[in-house]
């Protein structure tokens, strides 16, 4: 596994829990960072820095780098994992954050490679305004990479933005949401889903999958699409090619497989009781 | 999910990080109990304690009882749930600890509710000798839920360990051990595939499921059969029975269920490279 990555967080809105240690690093351990939240409360997930790389605060979250991997929208992981596909003609993104495109491109060259494809347009700006004026039925796939609903992410969790998301779809377009931890925030999961149900009149699913460095180890996603020709997420049309000269080029993927992306949507019985009463 | 737990860490052999935190509570965040360890450098999981119940040393680790879930041999957690089968004649168990068994039945009570049932035979005493006098092909199925290799655990990872229990069991018998976690051991769990494509000559494979309190939220178990009838453990004969008399008294599951055992056979590229390449 690599261990570098950004770490980014609300700088507003995130209760101090007593400890002085909410904004991460870090008055809890010296040099370590620690996440705590009113998200996930009583727990703590530290992690030792080797160096600080770069430390600053953006007009929208606390930007720090050191050597841990998370992944994130402006960071270019997901731009890099999208552009393994010679099928895909253009790729547009939307950060609201420029200073974390321009941090990752200075710090983590492999993960911010995807902004390099010439299929790829990058825009400056609030993702929830961007899809207010994107003509109905452009998208064929959406994929948001949010931070947690606390903070300047909130609205990308309710159900105005899923209605502008299913609007810039085309029919039986789908989207992929960050849709939080099944052993953290089940009342959360079942909020987006029931959102989503009601909003996308395809198929809603749920999946999931392990991240060490989350809270709890796991983070899931909603997967749903607009009503048209009917989508099987669990069982893709289209298997990632590995002779494709786009994907060979990024070299072998490292977690991803066409086993793991079934697995990612068998859920243990409590959460599959929740999401199942109110999916299809 | 549960907040109640038994924590057992080794009180000899785990190396000071500096930080006054490898005992556990805590030096490092005071109210909160911490996991630092050399089987996890640079990281820290720490949960906040309500309250503590209990607080001991034994002989053999430090037991400390406070309102998280973690389920190991002596709680009986694992007898509770074989004892959801009314197939199975006889349950043996062979804990090292008695003031695990102790503190669980004090502290725990649906948890140790396992020694309840009138299968069990509870022995005190180490594992490794017990299999030693054990008849040979005395067992249809030994599960091994043993903490970390490093301590007094150690032996269990051990080939003469394994090779006890290919003795133990039947041919065609099966045996599930504890196999660490993807994230933070593929060198431990390398050699622990080795070991036991070595020793069990039926089917040899590996496991994953995510607990969120352990540290990088996954945990792994080898699964391995001795020559005999073939075994496919990804796809189990018996499914496990709702309607079964025994299951339906000890209440519904809350995590397992056919997809989830199936799916926790699947396993990313990078772990799946490396057991694929020392497994059948």
Same mark, same amino acid.
């Given at each position: 596994?690599?261990?570098?990555?950004?770490?980014?967080?609300?700088?507003?809105?995130?209760?101090?829990?007593?400890?002085?240690?909410?904004?991460?690093?870090?008055?809890?351990?010296?040099?370590?960072?620690?996440?705590?939240?009113?998200?996930?409360?009583?727990?703590?997930?530290?992690?030792?820095?080797?160096?600080?790389?770069?430390?600053?605060?953006?007009?929208?979250?606390?930007?720090?780098?050191?050597?841990?991997?998370?992944?994130?929208?402006?960071?270019?992981?997901?731009?890099?994992?999208?552009?393994?596909?010679?099928?895909?003609?253009?790729?547009?993104?939307?950060? @609201?954050?420029?200073?974390?495109?321009?941090?990752?491109?200075?710090?983590?060259?492999?993960?911010?490679?995807?902004?390099?494809?010439?299929?790829?347009?990058?825009? @400056?700006?609030?993702?929830?305004?961007?899809?207010?004026?994107?003509?109905?039925?452009?998208?064929?796939?959406? @994929?948001?990479?949010?931070?947690?609903?606390?903070?300047?992410?909130?609205?990308?969790?309710?159900?105005?933005?899923?209605?502008?998301?299913?609007?810039?779809?085309?029919?039986?377009?789908?989207?992929?949401?960050?849709?939080?931890?099944?052993?953290?925030?089940?009342?959360?999961?079942?909020?987006?889903?029931?959102?989503?149900?009601?909003?996308?009149?395809?198929?809603?699913?749920?999946?999931?999958?392990?991240?060490?460095?989350?809270?709890?180890?796991? @983070?899931?996603?909603?997967?749903?699409?607009?009503?048209?020709?009917?989508?099987?997420?669990?069982?893709?049309?289209?298997?990632?090619?590995?002779?494709?000269?786009?994907?060979?080029?990024?070299?072998?993927?490292?977690?991803?497989?066409?086993?793991?992306?079934?697995?990612?949507?068998?859920?243990?019985?409590?959460?599959?009781?929740?999401?199942?009463?109110?999916?299809?």
């Amino acid at each position: 596994m690599e261990e570098e990555g950004i770490v980014k967080r609300p700088s507003e809105g995130g209760e101090s829990n007593g400890t002085g240690a909410a904004d991460g690093i870090s008055a809890v351990i010296p040099g370590w960072f620690s996440e705590m939240s009113p998200m996930w409360p009583g727990e703590a997930h530290s992690l030792k820095v080797e160096k600080i790389l770069y430390q600053g605060k953006s007009e929208y979250q606390n930007v720090m780098v050191f050597e841990v991997l998370v992944i994130g929208g402006g960071d270019g992981g997901v731009l890099r994992e999208v552009s393994r596909y010679s099928s895909i003609e253009q790729i547009d993104i939307c950060e @609201i954050d420029k200073m974390v495109v321009d941090v990752s491109k200075q710090f983590f060259p492999n993960l911010a490679v995807g902004f390099e494809d010439p299929r790829v347009n990058l825009h @400056i700006g609030d993702g929830v305004a961007f899809l207010k004026v994107v003509p109905v039925g452009t998208y064929d796939a959406v @994929i948001v990479d949010s931070s947690d609903p606390i903070g300047p992410a909130q609205e990308l969790f309710e159900k105005p933005f899923f209605e502008s998301v299913a609007k810039a779809l085309r029919p039986g377009g789908v989207v992929c949401t960050q849709a939080e931890s099944i052993w953290l925030h089940m009342h959360i999961i079942e909020d987006i889903v029931s959102n989503c149900r009601q909003v996308f009149k395809g198929s809603v699913k749920y999946a999931w999958t392990t991240v060490p460095t989350y809270p709890s180890g796991v @983070i899931g996603f909603m997967l749903c699409s607009t009503d048209g020709p009917p989508v099987d997420f669990q069982n893709p049309v289209h298997r990632i090619d590995e002779r494709d000269e786009l994907n060979k080029t990024k070299g072998p993927l490292k977690f991803y497989n066409p086993e793991i992306h079934y697995a990612s949507f068998c859920l243990p019985s409590f959460a599959k009781r929740v999401i199942s009463s109110k999916t299809n």
